[in-house]
């Protein structure tokens, strides 16, 4: 019988190997654990940007994972990243029937949901951003009245290829930053129901034209991000958390009614969990 050294005694090769066998086999297990959360982190994101109210760049923070999203929508790394990228594009298109189904039945039960959601991540941005200082405070008051400013923003409706190729750019460039949404700028731009409807029905030529925008924007804006955050992680984590708490106004259901109330709740404890391993 053959022998293996383990621990400095000779050991038969027969007690080794299901002892390997079986830390073989629990490692494929977290293995596969692993993917199968970055996979729902990745269903949960898509969801997140095409509805409006939530940007992606808000779900992944919710949950803890910004730079993996913002390194994942870069073209460099979608093979590397395809278990988070597969369930984005699952996400985004469940998303679709979702936003068809919720905006239309229950529009104030999502933004108390929203609300909680987004509330119940800035305190965890805050102690990311570090000590308070005037340039924190400065970087977090800009960074609120950006995403205010752009919610309550009336902008110029345009439907025509030039204008639907733009709607892409920005809304996916704008869906990166926390706080604000890509779907409530295409809502703004009236392009939300037309792509809603030709996502549904699959009209290609309208997508194409959308999504060659979005790529001109993920070409743009991630490297971009990612390198603030390498860079001066505090003070842009700052101007972040600053951006999510310019989203709230927004978002706010309005009116103290139970089921809207109840949804504020449920999101801000979502946003507990969500964040757990």
Do not use: K
């Amino acid at each position: 019988m053959g022998l293996a050294v383990a621990g400095g005694l000779a050991r038969p090769l027969g007690e080794v190997c299901p002892v390997m066998e079986e830390m073989a086999g629990l490692e494929w297990v977290a293995g596969m654990r692993e993917r199968l959360l970055t996979f729902l982190r990745g269903v949960w994101i898509g969801v997140a940007v095409v509805l409006p109210g939530i940007s992606g760049g808000t779900a992944a923070l919710v949950i803890g994972r910004y730079a993996e999203f913002l390194e994942a929508i870069h073209p460099s790394r979608w093979r590397r990243e395809a278990c988070l990228l597969g369930g984005m594009v699952l996400g985004g298109f469940g998303g679709v029937r979702v936003a068809s189904y919720v905006l239309g039945e229950h529009p104030g039960i999502l933004s108390g949901l929203l609300f909680g959601l987004v509330g119940g991540t800035v305190p965890v941005i805050g102690r990311h951003a570090g000590p308070v200082t005037w340039t924190r405070l400065m970087l977090a008051g800009t960074g609120a009245l950006i995403t205010l400013g752009l919610g309550m923003a009336q902008l110029p409706v345009s439907t025509a290829p030039a204008g639907i190729f733009l709607g892409g750019a920005v809304s996916v460039v704008l869906s990166m930053l926390p706080g604000v949404s890509g779907g409530a700028v295409l809502v703004a731009l009236g392009q939300y129901q037309l792509l809603l409807l030709d996502l549904n029905r699959l009209y290609w030529p309208t997508l194409a034209v959308f999504g060659a925008g979005v790529l001109l924007g993920l070409l743009v804006l991630s490297r971009a991000v990612l390198r603030l955050l390498t860079l001066r992680p505090q003070d842009t984590m700052a101007f972040l958390g600053g951006m999510m708490v310019g989203s709230l106004p927004v978002l706010w259901p309005g009116g103290p009614a139970l089921p809207e109330a109840a949804a504020m709740v449920a999101g801000a404890l979502v946003t507990v969990f969500a964040r757990r391993r």
